[in-house]
């Protein structure tokens, strides 16, 4: 019994959270929560995010609604601020995302409530990249983007709308999550022809090394949307 | 209750005055005591993580191979050389077992892939702790003499550059953290020296301030001591905290200590100004000499559009003198033999042109509520005193005043410093990071007397400056030195001769690389005249068209003399070839039809070079790398061939994929890359 009650101190010794906030009564509702920008970023394991995630409560017209209150969760170790807030006179609510010492995909949850106290939910994606997905940015930035991502800046003009077969971005899992590492390893080092797909896509692999042919498939694997599960090792019995 | 009280202590008495029930009672709580330790060991922290480590493989479906991996008890990694004795494995059991990745919750996660093996680095050169201890508290989180806690993760990258002092790939932050120390010159009051001997060179390239009164005026001087960044954003000058009083003194001593520059003013006629014609011809101009790919000039937007390897121009007509500009504009080496800036050869005309528009670029109120009263030989004295005391000559060049040594600590090991010499703001979190980022983000609050000026550095800032600081450690200097790798220096090389004297003028160096030597903003020229034909070259310095549309840094135009021209063409075509292969191996024209005709099947069909490239723009699209229309009257021959063979042995940092291709293959491709001289469709081909 004494060793129960050890026990139980223990744990709640050890469980104790941080203070929440009071929590803020919302001014109005909407119909509508939607993600302005911020979703989708890289950062790196344990740092602030590089943009602000940025949600938006609009009115069932499309509306922005000041006052709304929205609501951050995520998995353990992903820290926001603040964890809630009232949207802006743009009923724009703005946080601060720091993503947890862990690398891997990392899905938040923002809420609010419309009029009738039904949750108005959105998921949100934020990659945190590790070494080796590091690595596979770099090289995708250097190499890859200029086909592979169609959206053009002024200092970097993509070549997607120039390619009579059209590449597919990285994070379309519909595409990638069908191909297996070895599939990927062989588009990359011998070029789409390889894979019987198109020649448009030249060899790497006497340009890039194993390791950056790696990082780069681990890259593709990390923004990949849906989600890349890989097979068989991670299964778990009833 | 007295007598029962005392009855029951002497029958305890009695009780253990017995000798053989003494004996008892002494053994039986000796073995009690005896049952201490390992029942310490029994509840011990690593114990029960590794319980919970196999249930946690019981229930995936490599559990029979995970569970032949297991080792019980306390593992320990010995590496004598770097002195590591590292205990981690012992509850971070499944560290190695790369099936664990998907694992969340720590410490039973596979570490992530890295180019080091564990046995070889152990965990403590990297992620700091106390690799002996064997409780979270004393691994993680100790904080004794001596002791260091761990390296919280977003910092991680500090570690590979105790041994890495080159930029790597998977290493963003502490290559962009050593820019910064670079670029925002930290490193010309501190200094940092690595243990390959080397030091970081600061590349900020402060102006000397020797004739600063023929450029500006005190007022200037006075607004932008207060704060340069309303005058320029995008300033690498920090911010001094000057009082009212000192801003005014050292502007007074910096006008009184300037010394006057022949020829680095010229009469601007009051005329040049003003009217609408010459504005627009002004930023015509300003275009078409490519000013942008260097400076940067705020939009209307409040973004920041151009290069910055000089300093921005949105608000520069507010600082500099119209008459200086113009002298500037017309050779900057007058005033800054060390400048980075080319000397145009504009015409007269066309520098007045130039000088009414960049002097137009102004923002009154900077300098507008600034009324400084005639400066006193006192005034002027206190205000030398405090250019002294703030160090200012760390950066910039002032006559008579020498650049301190040693003006700031060395900062070569500051990422071991012990947390005991460090003193903490009240309520801050008692880290060394901590202390460093707050340390850069409000230097004056760690004590009135500091010196450290306030930098506008984003919070992404300030972490990659944390991290490249946390690289500096004692171990850097401990390890083995063949881990050392150590960063490419710039060499020193200068080209010679009349053609030297040229290009030091037109400072090619500041935006080409030559022999490792230069910027990077254009293509090296290292191995140019093996690269292209004369005539080209030659047509090219005339008019530099650009091959690649699509950049916006392109080449000005020098408006160069013909002899000049020649000298420079001469000198690149003769001088700047790779030992490689020979220029003239394969002839520049002659190739038989069907070599030309199989080189255009290879082009189009096998190696789909139309991606990227265009040849004939009626029909080709690709503008990754440079346009082809014209490359027969544009490259050598040989350098296609080689080039085809293996790009980056000929161009270290292109992006043109090797294709690993057969001789046979790059000759047709040579054949008809050389065939194309003049624009498909409009030539005679």
């Known amino acids: 019994m004494i060793f129960a009650m050890l026990l139980s101190a223990a744990v709640s010794g050890c469980d104790h959270k941080k203070a929440l906030p009071p929590s803020l009564t919302a001014k109005a509702t909407g119909a509508a929560l939607v993600v302005v920008s911020g979703d989708k970023q890289l950062g790196s394991p344990g740092s602030q995010l590089p943009q602000p995630l940025i949600l938006q409560v609009n009115d069932d017209q499309g509306n922005a609604i000041t006052g709304a209150k929205v609501q951050l969760t995520g998995p353990p170790g992903v820290d926001f601020t603040p964890q809630q807030i009232l949207t802006d006179d743009n009923g724009q609510a703005t946080f601060k995302v720091v993503l947890a010492g862990i690398d891997g995909r990392y899905e938040l949850t923002a809420s609010s409530q419309d009029a009738h106290g039904k949750p108005l939910t959105v998921m949100i994606p934020e990659y945190a990249a590790g070494y080796q997905q590091e690595v596979g940015y770099e090289i995708n930035e250097k190499y890859c983007s200029r086909c592979h991502n169609p959206d053009s800046t002024s200092e970097q003009v993509s070549n997607y709308d120039n390619l009579a077969v059209k590449p597919h971005r990285f994070s379309d899992g519909t595409i990638y999550n069908n191909l297996s590492e070895t599939d990927l390893t062989t588009i990359i080092s011998h070029g789409g022809v390889a894979m019987n797909r198109s020649a448009l896509m030249p060899p790497y692999g006497w340009t890039l090394n194993k390791a950056e042919i790696q990082g780069v498939i681990a890259y593709i694997r990390l923004v990949s949307d849906p989600p890349y599960v890989a097979p068989g090792v991670v299964y778990q019995k009833p | ?685």
């Open chain 2, 1 to 685: 209750m007295q007598t029962n009280n005392k009855s029951s202590f002497s029958s305890l008495k009695t009780f253990l005055c017995d000798p053989f029930r003494m004996f008892g009672v002494v053994s039986v709580l000796l073995l009690l005591l005896l049952t201490v330790a390992p029942a310490k060991d029994y509840f011990s922290q690593w114990r029960s993580y590794q319980r919970q480590y196999l249930n946690l493989i019981r229930n995936r479906s490599n559990a029979v191979t995970l569970l032949r991996h297991f080792q019980g008890g306390i593992q320990q990694i010995w590496i004598p050389q770097l002195g590591v004795i590292d205990r981690c494995q012992t509850c971070h059991v499944g560290v190695t077992e790369s099936s664990l990745s998907d694992v969340k919750e720590q410490p039973f996660r596979a570490h992530p892939p890295i180019p080091h093996k564990l046995t070889e680095f152990g965990c403590v050169v990297c992620h700091r702790g106390q690799g002996a201890a064997t409780t979270v508290s004393e691994a993680h989180h100790s904080k004794m003499a001596g002791e260091e806690p761990i390296l919280p993760m977003r910092y991680i990258e500090a570690s590979c550059g105790q041994c890495h002092h080159e930029p790597l790939e998977g290493t963003p932050k502490l290559n962009r953290g050593r820019l910064l120390l670079a670029r925002y010159g930290c490193v010309n009051c501190h200094a940092i020296n690595l243990p390959d001997g080397s030091t970081i060179q600061a590349t900020d390239n402060p102006p000397p301030l020797t004739h600063i009164a023929d450029k500006t005026t005190r007022e200037w001087i006075y607004a932008w001591l207060k704060d340069p960044t309303s005058y320029s954003a995008s300033s690498t000058m920090p911010n001094f905290l000057f009082s009212d009083a000192d801003a005014s003194d050292i502007s007074a001593f910096l006008i009184a200590n300037s010394t006057s520059q022949p020829g680095d003013s010229m009469a601007y006629p009051a005329t040049a100004s003003g009217s609408a014609s010459d504005s627009s011809a002004g930023a015509v101009l300003y275009g078409e000499s490519f000013c942008a790919s260097c400076h940067a000039t705020q939009n209307a937007a409040g973004n920041l559009v151009g290069g910055d390897l000089g300093p921005e121009l949105t608000n520069v007509g507010t600082k500099v003198k119209p008459g200086w500009l113009m002298a500037w504009l017309k050779d900057p080496h007058t005033y800054d033999p060390t400048t980075k800036m080319p000397q145009y050869r504009w015409t007269e005309q066309q520098l007045q042109t130039l000088t009414a528009y960049v002097a137009s670029k102004t923002d009154p109120d900077f300098v507008a509520n600034v009324h400084l009263q005639p400066a006193t030989q006192a005034q002027i004295a206190h205000g030398k005193k405090l250019v002294i005391e703030y160090g200012c000559a760390s950066c910039h060049e002032i006559t008579g005043i020498p650049k301190p040594d040693n003006f700031a600590p060395d900062l070569s090991r500051v990422g071991s410093k012990p947390l005991v010499q460090l003193i903490f703001l009240p309520g801050m979190e008692q880290s060394l990071p901590a202390y460093l980022a707050e340390k850069i983000r409000r230097p004056r609050a760690f004590g009135p007397s500091l010196h450290m000026p306030k930098y506008s550095f984003t919070s992404s800032q300030i972490e990659d400056l944390t991290t490249a600081l946390l690289s500096f450690t004692n171990r850097s200097f401990t390890l083995p030195p063949n881990l050392q790798i150590p960063a490419v220096q710039d060499t020193n090389y200068r080209p010679a001769g009349h053609a030297g004297q040229l290009m030091a003028n037109i400072n090619c160096l500041s935006c080409h690389r030559i022999n490792g030597n230069g910027g990077t903003m254009a293509p090296d020229l290292s191995w140019e005249g093996s690269s292209v034909q004369k005539p080209w070259l030659d047509a090219f310095l005339k008019n530099p068209n650009t091959l690649r549309p699509t950049l916006i840094r392109r080449m000005p135009k020098f408006n160069l003399t013909d002899s000049e021209r020649t000298v420079l063409t001469n000198y690149i075509m003769t001088v700047y070839q790779t030992p490689a292969f020979e220029r003239d191996e394969m002839p520049l024209s002659g190739y038989s039809p069907d070599l030309v005709e199989k080189g255009r099947q290879l082009f189009y069909s096998k190696y789909a070079c139309q991606s990227c490239h265009m040849v004939n723009p009626n029909q080709d699209k690709g503008y990754i790398g440079p346009t082809l229309t014209t490359v027969g009257a544009r490259l050598n021959a040989a350098w296609i061939f080689h080039y085809l063979k293996d790009p980056q042995a000929m161009r270290p940092e292109t992006i043109e994929p090797n294709q690993h291709m057969s001789d046979e293959d790059a000759r047709a491709l040579t054949a008809f890359l050389m065939a194309q001289k003049t624009i498909s469709g409009q030539g005679a081909k």
